[in-house]
């Protein structure tokens, strides 16, 4: 050891500081905002004076320096010593002593220091000298000086020091050679390395016994705070490292550098080293960051380390980003850590160097790292390119084994017509059907299931058959016999597959060994089947669409099959469409409750659905299938006029209510009653109209008892419609279906009441017709009478007409396309109050049926109550005499207040408005934060290119209805058990 002065040498000292206020060198303790002390109470600390070497110089030049290991201590933690005393030099210098002192949340520092060259011999010890240089590593690393672990340590010697190392003592590794000592530092990427030279060998093994001891100490203690934060870990887990699965979520209110925006990105550290960093999200001050921008990492927690450090997580700005700039920090304690579960942390962001607030939050999240989170992120992109090519799979459509020229798929036997059907048979001539004989084997049970989707409502099988009456798609080809390539794509929530191509056929048949059976899990009970038929073209070239349906769920009951045929149609949006062929499904529902129906129609859906495919070929098939040839949200000149003649279509209204009217008012028969009819609605109206005159405080209950007659009544017009397919089930059904849980099989034949159906149609089609007739009639009459105004106020005939002759409608999209949205939406929102009216939107509108009937009922027993309480409340409660004691106690004093008071008053309400604005904001932003991680996770796994699925609130202008052609009858069970147990395939979701 090199000693202090030539005739005496200084020995390992351990030791208790104790600060004396009255002190010459005492100096004032750093305090934070709430007045405590920042510093650190070193509760021990061993020096020694050595001389030291850099291993990796050839002159290996040693020179004096002063080692020191410090027990630190979180001053709100208290001493829990027995006093504050000075131990004696040599005394209780024991280095066994340390266990003893050594709690939870201590900290042991590794000190190196070097003397100061330009320093005297003795000197005084000023704050800025212990402070560490450019070359010096902070304690934590990331933490300022005003943390309690990070005060410089201070050498009371009489001489001049300089920090050259201040590092926790898990960084440090010791190797022992003799009277030497290797000192390693592990500071992050950077490694250092010191030669300590002992006096003796003795020397420095006690030195590295020290250091040991001292080590597996601290890994104890922190092993046991481990285990008491998380009960759930086993001793031999705790002493061994533990891996977290971090994830960056967002951040809010983020402080703009460039002019009112900022490039947000996040770097993460852990003990000086800097451990992740995501992507930048640009021009963003609530930024969201997802899989695709780095927001999760693993992190591995050293039990050694659990008090040596704390993670910080440092929000940048990408394009002002200097040395020591941030948007601010937050520290996420150790603690925290450990006890995480997966739940939203949300962090304050600080300037921890300054102790001063920053402007905005950080989110995160963390949990205990399973086997399958570290595999997911060490093979993320393997699994991405798997699973897209998996998804691929079932979105593209394919060909199967199929022979590619039409005359290979075609022979004749005896002048009798064979197509080449099946796969490989060990029988050849088996694989050849007749017409008769495809139209038969179509349709057996299929024999490949593709399993999608992900839902806890019920199952939705889906095996489509055959189309019929498909056009020519491929007119004009060189290839004898080449016509079109059918293929059948489903969308359905989130999920979307296709069938297996059939060539060159207008009338294409899906064969049970082909991909044609599909099995959606079903989340919400209004969501529609998109139904579309393309033709295949290879190459880059887009499918060539053909037609689409969509098909409502709600009116499908449990534990019934459906043969289902449906007219396609090139759009289902706008007027004008037209008809291109038809479509047979098999479709049969596996509801898991009824009653579950009713009561999942009153949950909001969060967000849309939405579609992510890996190319623009199949992202544009896919639109068609959901939205049609017309996208109604895009401008366009057909779909402008075609919303505003859809608009005007609902004048016809006017007559619908003539009709009503002089039904109920003129007492015509209408509700058939053995062999009359009874003037139902006529009754009713006069009972309401008897009990608003006669019992006026009843008025209310009449008035919500009308909602529920209104209700009833279109019902009932609605199921004057005689195909089963078209109307709704009846109002007593429905009741039945929601108090019982249970729904009663369909039993529809095919062709039923089909002539009836006609008759019903063309007479609603005439009549149709004689209402355009009338408001084309009306709207010229009004016409001529404002042209005959406009002539009369005219100076002259030949001025009004050439006024009238200029007169040009100008096309630009500027002054249309904002008209065109506004259309759109009056457009959806008729709609939309058209489907409940007529029972197409079924559990809505028994909702609101039931909740007038229910609210009509309550009313004459509670109405007159409510009104009279509510009349006492507003009377004695705003002009009775307590309000004198309001002017006292409240507005008097409030008006005797200083004006800085006032002001402190309006910064607390201001505050308080701000919490709670704040509530609403985190409720909106974790659902907007789960939506975009989700989309961000179906944009890596499934493709960049998006599809967003209509919602209920957006409905079509065009129900999809079977034809007459269709039939429905009860499922038996081995056909059940036969279609849930056949062999499938799963495909994954995008959930």
Known sequence: MVPKTPDKKLPPVTWVKTPEKNSPNHAETPKNNQGNSTFPVIVCANEWLLEKSNPSSILRKRTKCRVMIE?????????????YRDLEMGVKGSTSDWSENIERGDVVVFNLFKRNPSSQEFGVVDAASSSSDDDSVSTIGFRAVDDYRTAPPEVNDGS?????????????????????????????KQKKSVQLHFSNEEESRSFLSFVKSLKSTLVEVASRAIEADRNSMSPSVVSSPIKFLVEIISATDLKPVNRSTSDPYVVVKYGGEKIHTTSVIYKKLDPIWTIGTNSLFVFTLNPGDYYAHEMMFEVRDKETFVAGSTLGQAVLPNQRIVKSRG??????????????????????RCRRAKASDIDFIENFDKKKATSRKSFEDFVTPSFGKQRALPVMRKKFVNGIKYHFARPAQENRDSQWLTSEEID???????????????????????EVIRCDKLPDMDKGSLIPGDTTDAFVTCVFEDAVVTTDIVKDCTKPRFMPWTRRAFKFHISKSTSPLYVGVFDHDIGPSLHDPIGRIAIPLNKFVSGTIMNLTYDIFDSHQVGNRRKQGSITLRISVEWFSQRKLYFESLQQQDWKNSVHLNSKKNRKHVEFTVKGHTDIEKYDLKTFFSLLNEILEYQNIYFDIIDALKTVLLWRGHYHVYCFYLPLHSIILLIFAMIITEFPEYSMSVFFASIAWFMLACLDNQRQRPSSWAKPPSYPTMLAQFVTNRARPMVIEKHESKEADSVYMNSYE??????????????????????????????????????NQGVRLKLFQGLLYPIQKILLQICIKLRFISKIVSWDQLYISFWITTSATVLSIVSIFLWDDFVLWSKRVILYGLFGPHMKLLD???????????????TEIQKERSRRKRNRYRKTFLQVQKKKEDRVKEEAVKKMLFGPEIVVIPDLFTPEKYESVPNHESSAYPLKPQSGGSQLNSNRFSVMDQR
Request: glycine share 6%; with cysteine; aromatic share 10%.
């Open 71 to 83: 027990l630190r201590r979180n001053p709100r933690q208290g001493l829990n010593l027995s006093g």
């Open 160 to 188: 001049q020091w300089q920090t050259k190392l201040s590092v926790p003592l898990s960084k440090v590794n010791l190797k022992l050679d003799k009277s030497k000592c290797l000192a390693e530092f592990s500071l992050g």
């Open 343 to 364: 739940e939203r942390i949300e962090l304050k962001l600080k300037h921890l160097q300054q102790n001063k607030d920053a402007q905005g939050f950080l989110a995160v």
């Open 440 to 462: 038969r084997v179509s349709l057996e049970e299929s024999q490949l299931w593709t399993e999608v989707g992900e839902g806890d409502l019920g199952k939705l099988y889906v």
């Open 766 to 803: 005439s009549r149709r017709e004689g209402y355009e007739a009338a408001t084309e009639e009306f709207w010229d009459d009004f016409n001529k009478e404002g042209e005959i105004m406009e002539e009369m106020k005219a100076q002259s005939t030949q001025i009004f007409k050439k006024r």
């Open 888 to 902: 006292i106690f409240y507005f008097k004093r409030l008006d005797a207040l200083t004006d800085e008071e006032k």
